[in-house]
């Protein structure tokens, strides 16, 4: 059973397609996951809780181009994140599956590592804890400590460029050669049998025409699998570089160019359900 926590504190039950509000995590959650076993619970973190832009982006320090903190209307979420992590507590032991998610960057402030201290889990845990991470804060200090702390995970890299140029028009910092190194080398410390790695990118007309790239990166870099997601818009300007009638044959010509540059290199490559057939 799948439980999705909003850092609120609201909880719906079920897969994303047939979510049911089930109220608060404090009243109503613990009485769903104390009935329940092999749960997999997903904990969202604030919507303004990252460190490419901090927590209020400005033109001197902004979020990244596909970012809803990027928005003049932007509006910052209730951070009940503590809170929620006390009412799950004693029931842990019910979860199989714990992810960590939403727009935030969960190793910033050592977040990720607060909420599963305050939850007592450790490296003899029977839970998975999976994440997405823009890699910038992965270094070998942090590396250590994930390794030490988490009994199992999956962890995905958004990195959505193959090179500089793009990575500063999507992500806007000068940063793409520290967060591919630091992905290389946690896929080169990591046990293979007990930590997954992702390359999980978002595309758009901006990386279209790297997907191939992205295969060749994922094979260099040791990683399990490559997703590749269609940018999601979070604004009218973004719809002309988001997948749309008017640039789908573009994106499925894309699409058929990295299958067979994966199946030349023996790479598992994932496209969501919304990819132009």
């Not at 004693?90 to 960590?100: D, F, G, K, S, Y």
């Not at 002309?240 to 790479?267: H, P």
Request: proline share 5%.
């Amino acid at each position: 059973m799948q439980i999705k926590i909003s850092s609120n504190g609201n909880a719906f039950l079920g897969d994303p397609k047939t979510q049911l509000r089930i109220g608060n995590v404090a009243q109503s959650c613990p009485y769903e996951i104390s009935s329940k076993t092999e749960l997999q619970v997903e904990l969202e973190l604030p919507n303004f809780h990252c460190n490419i832009g901090g927590e209020d982006p400005t033109t001197g320090q902004m979020a990244c181009l596909m970012c809803p903190r990027s928005l003049r209307d932007f509006k910052r979420e209730d951070d009940h994140v503590a809170s929620i992590c006390d009412s799950l507590k004693p029931h842990v032991a019910n979860i199989q599956r714990l992810e960590i998610s939403g727009l935030a960057e969960p190793f910033w402030r050592d977040r990720i590592f607060e909420i599963l201290e305050s939850l007592d889990l450790n490296r003899d845990s029977n839970i998975k804890i999976v994440t997405t991470t823009n890699g910038t804060l992965l270094n070998k200090t942090t590396r250590d400590r994930w390794f030490d702390l988490v009994p199992k995970s999956e962890i995905r890299f958004s990195i959505d460029a193959t090179n500089p140029e793009t990575y500063v028009r999507i992500r806007r910092i000068h940063e793409f050669d520290l967060v591919v190194e630091n992905m290389n080398q946690y896929c080169r410390e990591r046990d293979p049998d007990r930590h997954v790695a992702v390359l999980g990118n978002n595309i758009n007309m901006l990386n279209v025409d790297e997907l191939d790239e992205m295969v060749q990166m994922t094979k260099d870099n040791f990683c399990h699998v490559l997703s590749l997601v269609p940018t999601a818009s979070v604004g009218p300007h973004l719809n002309d570089i988001c997948l749309n009638t008017s640039n789908e044959s573009i994106f499925r010509e894309a699409a058929e160019k990295a299958k067979r540059k994966a199946k030349e290199l023996k790479v598992n490559v994932r496209f969501p359900g919304n990819w132009p057939a």
